[in-house]
Each structure stands twice: as structure tokens, then as C-alpha cells.
């Protein structure tokens, strides 16, 4: 069975800084897009950035240029570096695998997801 464990989340003022990692199973790991979402409070979760397993990314519009995804084959884990935080970036984060195209997340299992507070 597939688990995520997310973690790096934290209380940052408007324009700080956090890097987030995500541990998950080995074999879904290589074989898989890994992608970050995101649900803020009242709000659907949405997909903000993706990685292929050659390395190959696609972002939302609302990070791009802020955020960089990145992945540890070696390690099974995935990254979020995220710089000029926004108070809208405020949400609980979660790692899973995301269909190519649609995005829809591939498995139902989903980790504790790691909260980050942007707030002065």
C-alpha cells in the first residue's frame, strides 16, 4: 500500500521562504508523475506543480516562477522549494501522483499533508 509523509510546513512572513519533502513508497515512486497540492480552508485541493521521472515539470499558474518541484529517485522523495510566499499560498500540502493531462490524483491514499501559514 502506497503512503505519503509530508513535511517542512511552518508559520513564514509574506516574502519567506520553506522547502517542503515528501517520503513515499519506492515502486509508485519510479513509475509515477509526483505532484504537490494544496487545500486552503472553504477551498477544493488543487494541483500546483508536477515532476516526470525524467525530470521534467509543469507548474500553476498562480507559483510559477516561485516554486521549484524536484525528486530523489535514490531517496523516494519528492520537493517543494517555495520562495515570496504569499498569504494566498496558505494550505495544507500533500503529495500523490497526478494523471498526465488531467491532473487528477491516481491514488487514495493521501499522507497528514504539512500546513504552511504565510502571515505577517
Known amino acids: 500500500q502506497v503512503q505519503f509523509a509530508e513535511s517542512g510546513g511552518g508559520l513564514v512572513q509574506p516574502g519567506g521562504s520553506l522547502r517542503l519533502s515528501c517520503a513515499a513508497s519506492?515502486?509508485?515512486?519510479?513509475?509515477?508523475?509526483m505532484g504537490w497540492y494544496r487545500q486552503a480552508p472553504g477551498k477544493q485541493r488543487e494541483l500546483v506543480a508536477s515532476?516526470?521521472?525524467?525530470?521534467?515539470?509543469n507548474y500553476a499558474d498562480s507559483v510559477k516562477g516561485r516554486f521549484t518541484i524536484s525528486r530523489d529517485g535514490a531517496k523516494n522523495t519528492v520537493h517543494l522549494q517555495m520562495n515570496s510566499l504569499k498569504p494566498a499560498d496558505t494550505a495544507v500540502y500533500y503529495c500523490?501522483?497526478?494523471?498526465?493531462?488531467?491532473?487528477?490524483?491516481?491514488?487514495?491514499?493521501w499522507g497528514q499533508g504539512t500546513q504552511v501559514t504565510v502571515s505577517s
Open positions: 500523490n501522483a497526478p494523471a498526465p493531462y488531467t491532473g487528477i490524483p491516481l491514488l487514495n491514499n
Open positions: 515532476i516526470t521521472g525524467g525530470g521534467s515539470t
Open positions: 519506492g515502486r509508485i515512486f519510479s513509475t509515477y508523475i
